[in-house]
């Protein structure tokens, strides 16, 4: 039994690489004005390739509002530095009133350092209702994996 404990403990901590956190700045098109938002987002890794991104972005215009939005993505690993992915989720957010939406779209990650990954991305938002335009999201942010 103590043989299986530290077996257990060792492939634990192997797991390395499972989540990641770290800031984001959206800006949002297509509103009628541009839109800036700084928010945070979370990942975890089911696998080498599926991941679930969580993410809550302030929208910084007249009467402050929030993005709330979940994205799986699958990513593509080209090289221990640069990995692609698509990425399609749910998305909630009051830029002029509040509505959900979906997110459609992708992005990539660069390795800076052992645990630090630079990413940036693009994502359409093509809301539930015919009330305001769809926007274009551009993304660029840093994560933390551990």
Same mark, same amino acid.
């Given at each position: 039994?103590?043989?299986?404990?530290?077996? *257990?403990?060792?492939?634990?901590?192997q797991?390395a690489?499972?989540?990641?956190?770290?800031?984001?700045m959206?800006?949002?098109? !297509?509103?009628?004005?541009?839109?800036?938002?700084?928010?945070? &987002?979370?990942?975890y890794?089911? *696998?080498? !390739?599926?991941? @679930?991104?969580?993410s809550? *972005?302030?929208?910084?215009?007249?009467?402050?509002?929030?993005?709330?939005?979940v994205?799986?993505?699958?990513?593509f690993?080209?090289? $221990?530095?640069?990995?692609?992915?698509?990425?399609?989720?749910l *998305?909630? !957010?009051? @830029?002029?009133?509040w509505a959900?939406?979906?997110? @459609?779209?992708?992005? &990539?990650?660069?390795?800076?350092?052992? $645990?630090?990954d630079?990413?940036?991305?693009?994502?359409?938002?093509?809301?539930?209702? !015919?009330?305001r335009?769809n926007?274009?999201?551009i993304?660029?942010?840093?994560?933390?994996?551990?």
């Amino acid at each position: 039994m103590i043989a299986a404990l530290f077996a *257990t403990v060792a492939v634990s901590a192997q797991d390395a690489g499972k989540w990641a956190v770290g800031p984001r700045m959206n800006i949002y098109t !297509n509103t009628g004005d541009g839109v800036v938002g700084l928010g945070v &987002f979370g990942r975890y890794s089911f *696998t080498d !390739n599926w991941r @679930i991104e969580p993410s809550l *972005t302030a929208l910084l215009h007249k009467g402050c509002s929030l993005d709330l939005s979940v994205d799986a993505q699958y990513v593509f690993h080209l090289s $221990n530095e640069w990995k692609v992915y698509p990425a399609v989720g749910l *998305t909630a !957010n009051d @830029i002029g009133r509040w509505a959900a939406g979906l997110n @459609i779209g992708g992005g &990539f990650d660069f390795k800076v350092a052992a $645990n630090w990954d630079l990413s940036a991305g693009l994502k359409w938002q093509p809301m539930f209702d !015919n009330e305001r335009p769809n926007p274009v999201v551009i993304s660029i942010g840093a994560a933390y994996r551990f």
